[in-house]
């Protein structure tokens, strides 16, 4: 669970009271799940919960489209990229849904190939409904909070609400990258879980490029310090799921998700009951920041075919062998 390979060293963290959590979140089932095990896990210290795009639990989408926040993410094209809500609907004044719709589809078929998007989308939403379905519906119930939707968590009317709130913790899953101004908001720590295993995969779909690779020892999530560069910061936890042969590259990304959830979880106790915690820091020039955009639809169908191939299950078997 610690990266032995990486020089440790303590910080001391003040010793307050109470400790206030603040969740930042995107708005996958993933997701969701992370924020109803924290407030399962610290009940009322949780006092804020920002989820970024999406939707609201049995709600309407949020105030900016899901698509367009992931579009801008990965397509790298100079019309989406870094595109605000007003720049989108002043797009869609000037030209139409039609217009846009055919761009976004352009765009992704363009980067993933015909189908690729689509299948990946489908199988990620079928993992995550029947990994943490039942899950959520127990813990959920249980929850003190639903999320408040917001465009831009490094928005200054967003930090500034936070802010507020007084956080000792910032706890972050999904969304953008995190300003100074956001991350310093916690009095305590941020905390940044990452669902990659750094500092080799930094990034994006770090789960989807270890397994590209063949790297089982790479398949796994770390729980790190964020700072601004990608999931750069000193690392607090790191370890890797149980994987089972039979289970598509969608499932086992969702089990690395709840993997880093508990890491998480146990970080924060640790802090909170010893106000100090260990810390690895990440090498500079050490591993590789992958882009979404370089997720192509040729990457996600060499992966599909090493799946339906059996390449899992015969690797998994030649490990467990020695």
Known sequence: MIPRELTPRKITLPSPGDHP?????????????????????FGQSVVGWYQVGGRR???????RPT??????????DPLFAGMKWPDLKRYLSEHGVLTTARKAGKILFERLGPGAAFRRQRRMI?????????????????????????????DPDVVAAIRALRPYFLLTHGGPIYGKALLEVARGLAINQHSGWSPEFKGSNTTDWALYHRSLDHVGCTVHVPISAVDAGPILRRSRPCLVGDENPEAIFARVVALGTEL????????????EITVYDQPAHTGRTWLASELTGRILRSIERDYRDGWLREELQRVRSF
Do not use: C
Not at 21 to 41: C, D, K, M, P, S
Not at 57 to 63: F, K, L, Y
Not at 148 to 153: A, G, I, S
């Open 57 to 63: 639990p049995g709600e309407g989408a949020g105030t």
């Open 264 to 275: 998480m979880i146990d970080v924060v106790k640790e802090i909170i009951r010893d106000h």
């Open 126 to 154: 079928a993992a995550e409904r029947r990994i943490f379905g039942r899950e959520i519906e127990s813990i959920e119930r249980g929850a003190r909070l639903e999320p408040v939707v917001v465009d831009d968590p490094n």
């Open 21 to 41: 959590i603040v969740l930042i979140t995107g708005g996958a089932l993933r997701h969701l799940r992370f924020a109803y095990r924290i407030q399962q896990e």
């Open 67 to 76: 698509w367009m926040r992931r579009l801008a993410l990965a397509a790298g």
